[in-house]
């Protein structure tokens, strides 16, 4: 059996079902902010398996899910330019702007050069083997990986390229989780904290959860017996009163985290306040390049201005990504809204709540 296995074993997730039980805490809501935990959680069955009393909500941890659609219009832009290729993880080429017929896959329809990268290194490679062309990057997601843009224009810098920049909508975990836990509006007992991202700042990254807000958090993996067990972990905490960070993936997440990954992205990157999807403006909680490297900022680079009004929409992703509603509660969700005719990130993105509730129900 590989040692990945041992985490799969559906007798011990039911095993481990029956000890929650056991505890028996009230009615308890535990939010996960990690797309992979939410596209397990379903891919499993894990609501299925839980006592009735336990509910599993999905929040604001898939990054393609929560960039506003403000910035896909801004992207679909800046794709129009001449001579410019935009390079992007395959994931956002399909997620739509404030329009339905606004993306990336449009644009490219349309004739602009889009390129689906594996990583910001491929856009990099791409911007030296054509000079004579401005690549972009599409900088997505958090903390996971903010490092390797922050690699990509550290190398451009020393090799002094002069035609890569990156748009940065990279996002911080932390303020999003703040900012839903002092909104209020939906009750929210313990995390499911985010393995990956948990990886890179450690435990110390989540501190800020017992400290401020006295509230539950465990760091999970990805599989069903590290997820349970990490349930389990909440459901004992919140039984005997206590409000902790604990770690369940000590195979991977170490107390201070990737220290060389958080340099990087010291080095490179500077916080800002950005919109997210659904949970508007939130402080402090994007990375835009330091002054020292502006000149591998798109939006200074290009002169775009970002519009930080969040135009309505039908699409109920934002109620979603902060756990007010589940995916099936969105009038549009397996009729206007599939998979394969997507009116929301939440459908697209191969974490989104709404996606993975449509693969698995
Ligand atoms: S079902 Fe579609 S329209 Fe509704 S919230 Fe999900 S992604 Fe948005």
Not at 35 to 55: C, D, F, S, V, Y
Not at 74 to 81: A, E, F, Q, V, W
Request: aromatic share 8%; proline share 4%; hydrophobic share 40%.
């Amino acid at each position: 059996m590989l040692y990945q296995d041992m985490f799969k074993e559906k007798h011990d997730v039911e095993d481990i079902a029956g000890l929650i039980k056991s505890i028996g805490p009230t009615d308890i809501n535990i939010m996960e902010v990690c797309g992979t935990h939410t596209m397990a959680i379903a891919q499993n069955g894990l609501k299925e398996i839980l006592p009735n009393n336990i509910r599993l909500i999905s929040g604001p941890g898939c990054p393609v899910c929560v960039t506003p659609a403000e910035r896909i219009d801004d992207i679909c832009s800046l794709s129009k330019y001449k001579n410019i290729i935009i390079a992007t993880y395959g994931d956002m080429l399909r997620v739509p702007g404030t329009r339905r017929e606004i993306s990336l896959e449009r644009s490219r329809m349309d004739g602009a050069d889009v390129r689906i990268v594996y990583s910001s290194m491929d856009a990099l490679k791409i911007a030296k083997e054509n000079k004579n062309m401005q690549v972009v990057f599409l900088g997505v997601g958090f903390e996971t990986t903010a490092p390797a843009t922050a690699a990509a224009v550290l190398e451009a810098f020393e090799d002094n390229i002069d035609n890569f920049s990156v748009f940065s909508i990279h996002k911080l975990i932390g303020p999003a989780m703040r900012s839903l836990l002092d909104a209020k509006e939906v009750r929210i007992d313990g995390f499911l904290l985010p393995g990956h991202v948990a990886v890179i700042v450690g435990e110390r990254g989540f501190e800020f959860l017992a400290r401020d807000y006295h509230i539950p958090g465990v760091i999970s993996g990805f599989e069903p017996v590290d997820i349970m067990d990490a349930v389990l972990m909440i459901a004992m905490q919140i039984a005997r009163g206590s409000a902790e960070v604990e770690n369940e993936y000590t195979r991977l997440v170490k107390k201070n985290g990737n220290i060389a990954a958080q340099k990087v992205i010291d080095e490179i990157f500077d916080t800002c306040d950005d919109l997210w999807r659904g949970l508007g403006m939130i402080k402090s909680s994007s990375l835009k390049l330091k002054r020292k490297y502006s000149k591998f900022d798109a939006a200074l680079k290009f002169g775009i201005e970002y519009s930080f009004e969040q135009k309505p929409s039908a699409c109920r992703c934002g109620d979603v990504l902060k756990g007010l509603i589940e995916p099936e509660g969105c009038n549009m969700f397996g009729r206007e809204c599939t998979p394969d005719y997507p009116v929301g990130p939440c459908m697209v993105s191969s974490e989104g709540a709404c996606a993975a509730a449509y693969k698995y129900m």
